[in-house]
């Protein structure tokens, strides 16, 4: 099933997010792609605010991984910098794909292997000629 949404500006990913949180309410595992500074972060950002989230959610590229909320738990990957997909078993990656919190991965294409076993949703950011965003989702 394939949904499209249109963000003419930064702030239309509120919109999505809380669209995306509500009519998927069981769904915790989220991939995002798309090109650099497409939005995949400011989309986590703003699905982090639907949930509740009061810290400042920013992009986790050079930690790999970062923790997010209480009582809604995040975790937000980006496995852009990884170079080998057995890196993901040195950070435990597979625990948290099982647990029961939202899981945001950026550039995930090194851990399909781990992710195809699970109900997810693929998130797929285009940066449009105009500069606005077409938000992909497909469960």
């Not at 991939?31 to 400042?56: F, H």
């Not at 986790?60 to 997909?85: C, K, M, N, T």
Request: glycine content about 6%; some cysteine; proline content about 4%.
């Amino acid at each position: 099933m394939k949904h499209q949404w249109l963000a003419e500006k930064v702030d239309d990913l509120d919109a999505i997010a809380a669209t995306i949180v509500q009519s998927f309410p069981s769904l915790r595992l989220f991939t995002l792609e798309g090109d650099l500074g497409s939005g995949k972060t400011s989309l986590v950002k703003a699905m982090g605010k639907v949930l509740g989230v009061d810290e400042i959610i920013s992009s986790p590229s050079f930690a790999i991984l970062q923790e997010y909320g209480d009582p809604v738990r995040i975790y937000h990957f980006d496995l852009y910098r990884l170079e080998r997909s057995e890196e993901l078993l040195e950070i435990g990656f597979e625990d948290y794909l099982y647990s029961p919190c939202y899981v945001f991965i950026e550039w995930p294409s090194i851990a399909e292997k781990w992710l195809k076993e699970h109900p997810l949703g693929k998130i797929d950011i285009e940066i449009m000629e105009n500069n606005d965003r077409l938000v992909n989702l497909v469960i």
